[in-house]
């Protein structure tokens, strides 16, 4: 929608008094024509609404006082900073102020999403914290896809590097002054994307034609972009051991052993490289802990399950298509089929959990503080007798519940919350059930019945109908992965072949 500017109508016509009267409108509407002979029915109508209220007033005036966002909304292109003049961003009314100026900013991106490059993807950013915490994170979704896009081909590039001074003018053509500044103005929700990129650069202590000046410059380089406390001290601590000569990487001196021990306190490598530093816990905001399990895996797992995932991933596709290309309607989460359980106590989990919406559908997810108890009435899973050992890891960015039971009128329900990229071991035997439902946040005193979560969307109710029993297995261990797929849709992978999806 375009944007029209207050100031505008005011000085074509002093007379009229903001905001608007019922008697002023008509006059109002004349003189908006007379300004705006190309604007729309639509563009009239919203205008008229922002003129008649006192805050449509208020967000009109910080709007037009803004010259940098004025600019933009009347070019229709990012071609400067957006800078905060008036510190909008800690005025009591910015939330509300950001649903206002969404209606004509969020429309620019999806316009010039296209036009990105290292010149303006800064740009790009800084006007991102205008927009209300669902298309703020839209945009820097697609424009961290553009940054990732860079690194592949900085990787790829890197490989043909034949000394240190070619890695040393690859990463300063990646980490420029804009791509560290568009890197500082991510949300808590993307911080993500600055540790796998550090991954990545740490990674290349191990390169070739890696030396002690380049990791010198590599470490400095890093400090410059805004990580947490605990990132900057791991990082300057590295530098620091590599200015004293305790960490050297040239062969004629000592060997990589050393570095390698040091490195591994930033990066855990497992299947490729995986994630790498802690960051500080506050479980409110911070970011999930960039750890992984996948290296207690054998290479000959890894692979199984790597061909799982894309053959999960390919049905996932087709079923899609299959629905998109049916007659029939798709009702999606509503297409649950129900069960008549006979354990009595999960009965009533199942029954209470599957009406019960007290909780909004969660658009973004915060981290979750670990939480060792059990669900309300139910065991510890953790101290379940069995014959089989079980290993779930959980490689997604959210805490799930494990509910496990014999499927018997009067047998215990076993539970257990097992955080974001974590492992559970338990205890399991032939003919149980395991049921893995995704959430996060767990009520603080939370009754029979209610919702195990305090935040959770509709891929709790459908993994409330999928069930796992355990059918047979060669062996004494279970290896399972909750592995995500993309769109917060996740899947359980057994690597035994040991369960029957129910």
């Known amino acids: 929608m375009k944007y029209l500017q207050l100031g505008a109508v005011k000085k074509e016509n002093p007379n009229l008094q903001f905001p608007l009267s019922e008697d002023q409108k008509e006059e109002f509407l004349e003189t908006f024509k007379r300004l705006n002979l190309d604007a729309s029915e639509m563009d009239q109508v919203q205008f008229?609404?922002?003129?008649?209220?006192?805050?449509?007033?208020?967000?009109?005036?910080?709007?037009?006082?803004?010259?940098?966002?004025?600019?933009?909304?009347?070019?229709?292109?990012?071609?400067?900073?957006?800078?905060?003049?008036?510190?909008?961003?800690?005025?009591?009314?910015?939330?509300?102020?950001?649903?206002?100026?969404?209606?004509?900013?969020?429309?620019?991106?999806?316009?010039?999403?296209?036009?990105?490059?290292?010149?303006?993807?800064?740009?790009?950013?800084?006007?991102?914290?205008?927009?209300?915490?669902y298309q703020q994170n839209l945009v820097q979704d697609s424009l961290s896809d553009w940054i990732f896009k860079q690194k592949e081909e900085l990787s790829l590039a890197t490989n043909k590097a034949k000394k240190d001074t070619d890695l040393h003018r690859m990463i300063d053509s990646f980490l420029t002054a804009n791509m560290i500044a568009a890197l500082d103005l991510l949300n808590v929700n993307h911080y993500r994307v600055k540790t796998q990129l550090l991954e990545f650069f740490m990674s290349l202590a191990y390169h070739p034609k890696s030396s002690t000046r380049f990791l010198m410059y590599l470490t400095n380089k890093l400090l410059e972009i805004q990580f947490t406390a605990e990132h900057k001290k791991q990082l300057g601590n590295f530098g620091a051991d590599v200015k004293k000569g305790k960490i050297v990487v040239e062969s004629t001196r000592v060997s990589w052993l050393r570095l390698s021990l040091v490195i591994f306190v930033l990066l855990l490598c497992g299947?490729?490289?995986?994630?790498?530093?802690?960051?500080?816990?506050?479980?409110?905001?911070?970011?999930?802990?960039?750890?992984?399990?996948?290296?207690?895996?054998?290479?000959?797992?890894?692979?199984?399950?790597?061909?799982?995932?894309?053959?999960?991933?390919?049905?996932?596709?087709?079923?899609?298509?299959?629905?998109?290309?049916?007659?029939l309607p798709f009702v999606g989460v509503d297409l649950v089929t129900k069960r008549d359980w006979s354990n009595e106590l999960f009965r009533k989990l199942y029954q209470n959990w599957g009406n019960n919406d007290s909780v909004p559908y969660t658009k973004?997810?915060?981290?979750?503080?670990?939480?060792?108890?059990?669900?309300?009435?139910?065991?510890?899973?953790?101290?379940?007798?069995?014959?089989?050992?079980?290993?779930?890891?959980?490689?997604?960015?959210?805490?799930?519940?494990?509910?496990?039971?014999?499927?018997?009128?009067?047998?215990?329900?076993?539970?257990?919350?097992?955080?974001?990229?974590?492992?559970?071991?338990?205890?399991?035997?032939?003919?149980?059930?395991?049921?893995?439902?995704?959430?996060?946040?767990?009520?603080?005193?939370?009754?029979?019945?209610?919702?195990?979560?305090?935040?959770?969307?509709?891929?709790?109710?459908?993994?409330?109908?999928?069930?796992?029993?355990?059918?047979?297995?060669?062996?004494?261990?279970?290896?399972?992965?909750?592995?995500?797929?993309?769109?917060?849709?996740?899947?359980?992978?057994?690597?035994?072949?040991?369960?029957?999806?129910e």
């Open 271 to 327: 299947a490729g490289i995986v994630a790498l530093f802690f960051v500080e816990a506050d479980p409110e905001t911070d970011i999930l802990q960039e750890q992984t399990a996948y290296m207690d895996f054998s290479k000959e797992e890894r692979l199984k399950l790597d061909s799982l995932i894309t053959e999960i991933k390919s049905e996932e596709r087709m079923v899609d298509d299959a629905q998109l290309d049916s007659n």
């Open 48 to 133: 008229l609404n922002v003129c008649s209220t006192p805050k449509g007033i208020i967000f009109a005036s910080w709007t037009e006082e803004n010259t940098s966002l004025l600019h933009t909304l009347k070019k229709g292109e990012f071609t400067a900073l957006f800078v905060d003049s008036s510190k909008l961003q800690e005025h009591a009314l910015f939330e509300e102020y950001k649903v206002f100026i969404e209606l004509y900013l969020f429309p620019i991106f999806t316009d010039q999403f296209s036009s990105v490059s290292g010149k303006n993807i800064h740009f790009f950013m800084s006007y991102s914290v205008l927009l209300p915490d």
């Open 364 to 501: 973004f997810f915060t981290q979750a503080k670990p939480f060792s108890k059990p669900y309300v009435k139910t065991k510890d899973l953790d101290k379940k007798q069995g014959q089989i050992a079980v290993e779930l890891h959980n490689e997604t960015d959210r805490m799930v519940l494990l509910v496990v039971f014999k499927n018997n009128k009067k047998e215990p329900v076993y539970t257990k919350y097992l955080e974001a990229k974590s492992v559970a071991e338990w205890k399991i035997n032939i003919g149980e059930y395991l049921l893995v439902l995704p959430g996060n946040k767990v009520p603080s005193n939370p009754e029979f019945g209610n919702l195990p979560f305090k935040e959770l969307d509709q891929h709790f109710f459908e993994n409330l109908g999928i069930s796992y029993r355990v059918d047979f297995i060669n062996g004494k261990r279970i290896k399972l992965v909750w592995e995500n797929l993309g769109n917060n849709e996740s899947y359980l992978v057994d690597l035994s072949g040991a369960l029957i999806k």
